[in-house]
């Protein structure tokens, strides 16, 4: 028989092991510490490449990038300023800003300015701000808040190449002050700074959803999960494999997603902000073919019109760029390559810091012939390396077992289920909103709303949003697969497919598109109709029964066609139609 201590052992021997406590060397991870990081690698690499608002062309090095952002970190910290609004355009304080407030460990707030200013208002509101940084092309769309919140300090940017002197506005006075105020109290610099968060899992920013169907939702953003997006942005995109640093031309929107995390991602890697005040496509050619642009980020409808821009040309030096934000096509891929702009097709959302998933290049594209290559190009592909594996789960009860279990459809490519995620680029909730958020995670998992099918390899592909696909007689359609035979034709320019009611059907597809200028005035709806229906290869029932030639297509800030205005355009005044 054994002994005591034997059977204690045996019996320890089973238990689950005590977690080791963490080394006294252990750091919190927060994307901050990258800034400092860079300066004291590189102090003069170029950091900051910028056209200002008075027409000068700024650059700033990584030295003074930092000394900037430190110094408006000691000024926010000085006067205890914990949430502070952003609301600019892609310029060099809106950078800066970002470094700076979680430095100063308090919360940011980014708001498209492009919204109603009653909805900019409400977002300050519930994100509860007590000062706001604004460039003053933007100042009055505060007029209401700052009527109603007189207390709430607003910094005004005048975005010049001028840090002090009559050219310079009070955000430099505030970096300036910042400094004298740090000089004052023992010049401790980063140090007297938070660089590294206190608590990986404290808020680091507020990412605010659209709201085109409801009020906007404030995404909780953690400095962890922005330090392992913006890692994955690294890997993922590319953006360390030159011998000479990236140069990274701003064409994605600061404000929406934190810049997909890509402001911490290019300042990891030390590479070269391009900044851009606004999308001007002539500018942005000139910028590809003048100054080597390495990487842009953008959506679908921006890559498409930059493809038809007059100034395009293929471009001597591969660009990667990514592009995300609605489902690309083939044929703006197979565009897009034949300039030299690589694309690199990932997804994501907003409640996922951006990007999470990518369309990897495999080997056997370039045995399975160009179309198939270009098709597989667009398909959504697989998780993150920093994420878990992407998930597609069945809808309905069938999706449901034991109250909470999700079930994963068939890696057949035809079984539709909802894309779903789990692990640590998932943000933490919705802001003041207990309610959203259980449903956000209900079973488990962070629901995108978005439907798709997993092909054998495991790769995804959206077919659509829930809310937009269209179930005509029985038959779902998938509004982006008719979007993506519409754009093979010609003289089609872009896009956007809804459904509208129908007396026999229920529902059927409608299209809406816009048209090569050179072509305006030479093609009709229904000569797109005939060829939809006799020359694409889209199966019969698909093909609208009605094209609508438009101006234009209503959108997102981030380029989405708006599905629902296609909607709702009876009468037809919610955009300009030709």
């Known amino acids: 028989m054994s002994g005591p201590l034997s059977r204690l052992s045996n019996i320890a021997s089973h238990l689950p092991p005590t977690p080791s406590p963490r080394p006294p060397n252990f750091h919190t991870l927060s994307p901050t510490s ?9 102090p003069d690499a170029i950091a900051i490449h910028h056209r200002t608002a008075n027409g000068a062309t700024l650059h700033r090095t990584y030295a003074q990038f930092s000394t900037r952002a430190r110094g408006l970190a000691h000024f ?11 609301l600019a355009p892609n310029t060099p304080a809106f950078l800066e800003s970002l470094f700076a407030i979680a430095a100063a460990s308090a919360v940011s707030v980014g708001v498209n300015y492009r919204l109603k200013p009653e909805d900019i208002t409400y977002i300050f509101e519930h994100s509860g701000v007590d000062c706001i940084i604004v460039d003053a092309e933007f100042e009055g769309l505060l007029e209401g808040f700052r009527e109603r919140w007189p207390r ?12 002090e002197g009559p050219g310079s506005g009070e955000f430099d006075a505030c970096v300036r002050e910042g400094l004298e105020y740090d000089a004052a109290h023992g010049n401790k610099g980063w140090d007297g700074l938070s660089a590294q968060a206190a608590h990986e899992e404290d808020l680091i920013a507020l990412a605010y959803t659209s709201g085109t169907t409801a009020k906007p939702k404030g995404v909780e953003y953690t400095h962890r999960g922005c330090y392992l997006a913006a890692v994955a942005n690294v890997i993922e995109s590319g953006l360390n494999y030159h011998q000479d640093r990236c140069r990274y031309l701003w064409t994605l929107p600061l404000f929406h997603a934190t810049g997909w995390t890509f402001p911490w991602a290019i300042t990891a890697v030390r590479g070269t902000h391009y900044c851009l005040r606004k999308i001007d496509y002539p500018a942005i050619w000139e910028l590809l073919k003048t100054e080597g642009i390495t990487h842009f980020n953008a959506a679908p409808t921006v890559n498409t019109l930059l493809c038809a821009n007059p100034a395009a040309a293929r471009l001597e030096q591969p660009c990667r760029v990514t592009v995300a934000a609605s489902p690309p096509t083939a044929h703006l891929f197979r565009t897009m390559t034949a300039l030299n702009l690589q694309p690199v097709h990932v997804y994501g959302l907003t409640e996922t810091y951006g990007p999470i998933t990518k369309g990897y290049h495999m080997p056997v594209w370039e045995v399975v012939g160009e179309e198939e290559r270009y098709k597989r190009m667009a398909r959504q592909g697989h998780g993150f390396v920093t994420s878990a594996p992407v998930r597609v789960v069945r809808t309905g009860e069938e999706g449901w077992v034991e109250g909470s279990k999700v079930v994963d459809v068939r890696r057949d490519g035809k079984e539709i289920g909802e894309i779903v995620f789990t692990g640590n680029i998932c943000a933490r909730g919705y802001y003041k909103d207990v309610e959203a958020t259980r449903r956000l995670f209900e079973g488990g998992v962070l629901h995108s709303g978005d439907l798709a099918v997993v092909h054998e390899d495991g790769s995804i592909q959206i077919l659509d949003r829930a809310k937009d696909i269209i179930i005509s007689g029985g038959e779902n359609i998938s509004s982006v697969a008719v979007e993506a035979m519409l754009a093979t034709h010609p003289d089609i320019l872009e896009a956007g497919v809804a459904a509208v009611p129908d007396a026999q059907w229920g529902e059927r597809p409608k299209a809406f598109v816009t048209i090569k200028d050179n072509r305006t005035g030479k ?3 229904e000569d797109i109709v005939a060829w939809a229906k006799h020359k ?21 800030e981030t380029g989405k066609v708006r599905k629902n205005v296609l909607r709702d355009v009876s009468p037809p005044s919610r955009f300009a139609y030709k």
């Open 536 to 556: 694409s290869s889209i199966s019969k029932f698909m093909v609208p029964r009605e094209v609508q030639i438009v101006a234009e297509l209503p959108k997102t």
């Open 76 to 86: 926010l910290r000085a006067h205890a300023l914990r949430r502070i609004g952003i």
């Open 523 to 525: 093609i009709t709806g």
């Open 34 to 42: 990258f800034l400092p990081r860079a300066a004291a690698i590189e």
């Open 152 to 163: 709430v300090r607003v910094i005004v940017d005048t975005d010049t190449d001028a840090t």
